[in-house]
């Protein structure tokens, strides 16, 4: 079945430093979903890619879905304790019947 | 936040006992669904519905049962708990399957199985 992997799974960041967490499916997805997870909370959705090659930006994240539509990724520029949380992709196949979930990168900020 | 609640917030039972979660929505959302999650494992989707009394299997089905009686409730059995069933527990729903089919989730139900 379809896989989908993010890596890194941890990463620990000085306030102000960037941050990046990337995607990778193991089959061409229809779309790809970006959601975060504060600590203790539920996941909120953040944003949507469809189109290959597509970036999109909130702000200081920058959301890009790769040419061949397996792979992704959320850039965020000089990072903020707000920022802290769980970063889930989750992308959908062509069937269009379910979303699959990366494992997800836990950012911690240090003030 | 939509409306969705998730009945009760947190439970702990023994091992062979059933256990029923309950999500519940106020947005007439027609897709529903249950997710667990696990350390290192993200969101794993276990059952969802498409409709009342319409549901399917999600990757991680096995020990799950569930049913959609009403297009505001949707229901997740554990017949007989063990242990590896311990997870927290996410109802999701969304209004439409294809584009524009963000998933809101309702605030999690922590299930211990002693």
């Known amino acids: 079945g379809q896989q989908v992997m993010q890596i890194p799974q941890y990463q620990h960041v000085q306030e102000g430093e960037d941050f990046t967490t990337y995607c990778n499916s193991s089959?061409?997805?229809?779309?790809i979903q970006w959601y975060k997870q504060r600590p203790g909370g539920h996941p909120v959705f953040l944003i949507q890619l469809v189109k290959s090659g597509e970036v999109k930006k909130q702000k200081r994240l920058t959301f890009q879905f790769g040419e061949a539509k397996k792979n992704s990724s959320l850039h965020i520029t000089a990072t903020q304790t707000t920022d802290v949380g769980t970063y889930f992709c989750?992308?959908?196949?062509?069937?269009?019947?379910?979303?699959?979930f990366g494992g997800g990168t836990r950012l911690m900020v240090k003030p | 936040d939509a409306g969705i609640t998730q009945s009760p917030r947190h439970k702990v039972t023994e091992t062979g006992t059933p256990v029923t979660l309950r999500c519940h929505q106020t947005e007439n959302h027609r897709y529903m669904y249950w997710y667990r999650q696990d350390p290192g494992h993200g969101l794993r989707l276990i059952h969802y519905?498409?409709?009342?009394?319409?549901?399917d299997k999600g990757e991680v089905s096995d020990g799950y049962s569930v049913s959609r009686s009403k297009t505001e409730d949707f229901l997740l059995t554990l017949e007989s708990a063990t242990s590896s069933q311990t997870s927290v527990y996410f109802c999701?729903?969304?209004?439409?399957?294809?584009?524009?089919?963000?998933?809101?989730f309702g605030p999690g139900t922590r299930l211990t199985v002693l």
């Open positions: 089959t061409t997805l229809s779309n």
């Open positions: 999701a729903i969304s209004d439409r399957q294809g584009l524009g089919n963000e998933q809101f």
């Open positions: 989750a992308g959908r196949n062509n069937a269009g019947n379910m979303l699959t």
């Open positions: 519905s498409y409709g009342v009394k319409d549901t």
